[in-house]
């Protein structure tokens, strides 16, 4: 049976529309996802929204109108982008399901059941937009009069009767674990950081509020709901079938949880702690990934540099958009993008690298060997150069998705993209159509055979630009995972090929 692999991106808070660090994180997760599933493992792969909490209770009140009201209509518009942006998710999960109230209420019995609950009152500093309590010294007073919390978004003073959860008692079991599993965070440099915060003395955290509603109610003492992050934490196990079972309990513990560098804390020090106290497995690592910023600047809505993933994707295509935001930011890393960066990606490295060689060879293939697959002569050592570069490329691949390298794949698919066509300008097949017809067909074999595996290696990241190339050599929809990759599988000569269109075509300017 296959082994399975899952995967979830952060819930989104659904207080706004989405923008491009959501699409960002659902990209990236995406293509990770595809990824294992064509490297044969069976994965669920699991988005969603984040609908409690105060923020989503003060933006629905600013519009007058329900919380409720305010959920649905966002949540509609991230299940959109996810849409739009040809997301592979197998579950969409809403933590105002009752799937999750159940889930979330069974997990905060436990832990009571493990006597890490207990009531009390909170006194502290809190940040709506981060959902997060924050202990006096990592706040600042500044110049404008206003607190500050690490995140730069302003605190507030709360006092209230609040259950807490008695995470000082899980210093010493984090640290083992951390100890015990050094891929449970990446990058290191993430991990150093949660390391050296938990190094310095956990408090006791409040996980329950009593100054609002909208959230799911404590058992047993109604007055009270769970804080935000209990619940938001939990829909990684509520899409499992926790606390009912089902067909896909047996994806518990997750294998990856993809997240912004903003929410390290919560990943992988709370959510361990809870689990842990609840007596379950815990995840095998969470990867926090940078900030997108638009030329250097961070989005807000105040400055009005707030970039719509759809209208990105409606500007340069969707696949452009992927393989830009993926290639061009080392994941893990915080990164920029422009118009002028994008286009650079889009006519450079997929219209001229990849679109052109393509075009090329399979135009020479329409005209001179009748529009089908070539069959080659015995191969020089050139040409099993070209061969093994490609065919060197999955294991690589494989190593570097261990660690969350998207970045990396993607450099070494675009490598051999460039070794082949200057191995395709060297060997020139135009040339060879007078001089020795039977040269160019294994030269234009093996460029068609380079640009098969280059294809099904961007089918994560490119999922239907790598399909029409595909299409375009013949290959079966059942020849496309990375099995295809192995055993001596290669183009079958003979095959019969649609006539030849361009895949890339490069970034025109829209005429102003
Ligand atoms: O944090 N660039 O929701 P959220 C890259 N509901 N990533 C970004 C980004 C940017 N400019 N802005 C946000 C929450 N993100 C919680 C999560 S999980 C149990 C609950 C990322 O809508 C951010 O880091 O504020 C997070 O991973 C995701 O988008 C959702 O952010």
């Known amino acids: 049976m296959a082994e399975r692999f899952y995967v979830t991106t952060a819930i989104s808070y659904p207080n706004g529309r989405p923008h491009i660090g959501h699409a960002y994180e659902l990209i990236a997760t995406d293509a990770i996802a595809r990824f294992k599933r064509l490297d044969g493992f069976d994965v669920f792969f699991l988005t969603g929204t984040d609908e409690h909490g105060i923020k989503m209770m003060q933006t629905a009140r600013a519009e007058g109108i329900e919380p409720r009201a305010l959920a649905d209509r966002n949540a509609a518009e991230f299940q959109a982008m996810a849409r739009a942006l040809n997301a592979s998710n197998d579950d969409f999960i809403r933590t105002t399901e009752e799937r999750h109230r159940r889930a979330s209420q069974d997990i905060w019995n436990r832990m009571v059941a493990a006597g890490d609950i207990y009531k009390d009152a909170y006194t502290g500093w809190y940040s709506v937009r981060d959902e997060a309590y924050y202990g006096e010294n990592e706040t600042e007073l500044r ?216 075009q090329r060879s399979l135009s020479m293939i329409a005209k001179n060997v009748g529009g089908v697959v070539p069959t080659p002569g015995a191969f020089t050592p050139a040409d099993t150069a070209m061969l093994d570069a490609a065919g060197a490329v999955l294991a690589e691949a494989r190593s570097a998705m261990q660690r969350q390298e998207l970045h990396a794949v993607l450099a070494r698919v675009i490598a051999v993209v460039s070794e082949a066509n200057r191995y395709f300008a060297g060997q020139e097949p135009w040339a060879l159509r007078k001089t020795d017809p039977a040269r160019m067909e294994t030269v234009l074999f093996v460029t068609a055979e380079t640009i098969r595996r280059v294809s099904i290696l961007l089918q994560p990241f490119m999922p239907e630009s790598a399909a029409a190339l595909l299409d375009l050599l013949g290959v079966p929809e059942d020849g496309r995972s990375f099995a295809a990759l192995s055993g001596g599988a290669m183009l079958q000569p003979g095959t019969a090929l649609p006539a030849p269109k361009a895949v890339f075509p490069r970034y025109v300017e829209p005429e102003s």
């Open 143 to 358: 110049a404008d009069g206003v607190r500050y919390g690490p995140q730069g978004t302003p605190v507030e003073w709360v006092e209230e009767e609040s259950y807490f959860f008695r995470l000082s008692a899980f210093g010493e079991r984090l640290l083992a674990h951390y100890e015990a599993h050094p891929d449970f965070i990446g990058p290191a440099e993430r991990r150093n950081e949660v390391v050296s915060f938990v190094r310095s003395g956990l408090r006791d955290l409040s996980v329950s509020r009593t100054t609002f509603d909208w959230g799911i109610p404590v058992p047993g003492d109604e007055r009270h709901v769970m804080y935000v992050w209990v619940d938001a934490l939990t829909n990684y196990l509520t899409a499992t079938g926790y606390p009912d079972g089902g067909p896909r309990s047996d994806f518990w513990p997750a294998n990856l949880h993809v997240i912004g560098k903003d929410i390290v804390r919560f990943h992988t020090v709370y959510w361990p702690a809870f689990l842990m106290s609840a007596g379950l497995p815990l995840p095998d690592r969470v990867f926090a990934h940078g900030f997108l910023f638009n030329r250097g600047e961070k989005m807000s809505k105040s400055v009005g540099n707030v970039i719509d993933p759809f209208a990105l994707v409606a500007a340069y295509g969707l696949d452009a958009v992927r393989y830009f935001l993926l290639r061009e930011v080392p994941f893990g890393q915080d990164g920029n993008y422009s118009h002028e960066a994008i286009v650079a990606r889009i006519n450079g490295e997929l219209a001229n690298d990849l679109g052109n060689l393509a």
